[in-house]
């Protein structure tokens, strides 16, 4: 494994500076390096998927993400990579997606939406109800959302609701505590059970400490 961890990174050292400037190239260069890219992952582990996020600022770094596309088995691969990789000035590597920390422009209602293709959400309207079971860590859950009839057949819906979640939660506690998402019409009357989606890792902080108190 040591072996494949070193067949990765010295591909990505000897092509960083394209990968980093990739907005720059043609787009038959986009496609080239990224397969590639692909390529040598799915070598050292099938499976594992990237995301790179560019700087709005030049001179900050570009981050590498490594996803196990939320397969806890994977999780180990993903850590070990990122443990081997090199330290560079103007790139960070990251071991799986990691929860994001606007959670107070989503309170507000001011976070920028999600633009999916022909879909635009803002987790701020999402709400949920949970589905506990006895014996069970993971929960089933429902989200609404107000616009669900109108994108019920849009098969991006799913992928771009579980992007969101994955951006509240972190990759790694989604996939320890969520096992089934299916998704609703928003009531149109006010119901005092539904949940803000902002507030899903408060939920499952209270419900984790509550069986560990009964333990």
């Known amino acids: 494994m040591k072996n494949k961890t070193t067949h990765f990174w010295t591909w990505f050292l000897k092509h960083k500076n394209k990968l980093k400037n990739l907005m720059n190239l043609s787009n038959k260069e986009q496609k080239h390096y990224l397969f590639w890219l692909d390529w040598h992952l799915q070598f050292y582990f099938p499976g594992l998927e990237y995301i790179i996020v560019f700087p709005k600022v030049k001179k900050k770094k570009t981050q ?106 972190g990759e790694k506690l989604m996939a320890e505590n969520i096992n089934f998402v299916q998704l609703a019409q928003m009531p149109e009357q006010e119901n005092d059970e539904l949940i803000y989606l902002y507030d899903l890792q408060y939920y499952l902080d209270e419900i984790n400490a509550k069986r560990i108190s009964k333990q």
Do not use: C
């Open 64 to 169: 590498l993400i490594i996803s196990a596309s939320g397969q806890q088995e994977l999780f180990n691969m993903v850590i070990e990579l990122e443990k081997t990789a090199p330290r560079l000035w103007d790139w960070k590597f990251t071991a799986l997606i990691q929860p994001r920390q606007d959670i107070d422009d989503m309170e507000a209602g001011i976070d920028e939406p999600y633009i999916f293709n022909d879909i635009t959400l803002k987790t701020s309207e999402l709400k949920f109800i949970p589905f506990e079971y006895d014996g069970e860590k993971k929960i089933d859950m429902i989200v609404y959302l107000k616009n669900f009839t109108i994108y019920s057949h849009n098969k991006n819906l799913p992928v771009l609701i579980n992007i969101m979640l994955q951006d509240l939660l």
